[in-house]
């Protein structure tokens, strides 16, 4: 299995919205779950969304519920986050995964595999 690339970061006023995409490189994407974590400076990092291998349990932090929608493509072996009404507390090195296991788990230590990160600014 390869690398996880992550994608779609950059900088966006406060309000807006972002798409980041993963890649997962290689077979048995879908034997995983999957999720997204964020790192701002001086900052550990924290869980924000997470997906079963199928996409059918999915779990948010409580700062992003209902603006943070995860989902998944097993076919194209990607994994999505679409951000909307972004704050600048949202600014952050955003981290894709690929869990252990099958579930959807939102504590990094459940997670085998890591992406380089893609940052994401909100200004006010």
């Known amino acids: 299995q390869g690398q996880l690339v992550e994608s779609g970061g950059g900088l966006v006023q406060a309000g807006g919205s972002l798409r980041l995409s993963c890649t997962a490189p290689?077979?048995?994407?879908?034997?995983?779950?999957m999720g997204w974590f964020r790192q701002a400076p001086g900052k550990e990092r924290e869980g924000v969304s997470c997906s079963s291998w199928d996409g059918s349990t999915t779990q948010y932090a409580e700062t992003v519920r209902g603006r943070f929608t995860i989902s998944r493509d097993n076919a194209k072996n990607k994994l999505y986050l679409q951000m909307h009404s972004l704050k600048p507390e949202d600014t952050a090195m955003y981290y894709c995964?690929?869990?252990?296991?099958?579930?959807?788990?939102?504590?990094?230590?459940?997670?085998?595999?890591w992406g380089q990160g893609t940052q994401v600014t909100v200004s006010t």
């Open positions: 995964a690929r869990a252990q296991r099958t579930y959807c788990y939102m504590t990094a230590s459940e997670y085998k595999s």
């Open positions: 290689g077979a048995f994407f879908d034997d995983y779950g």
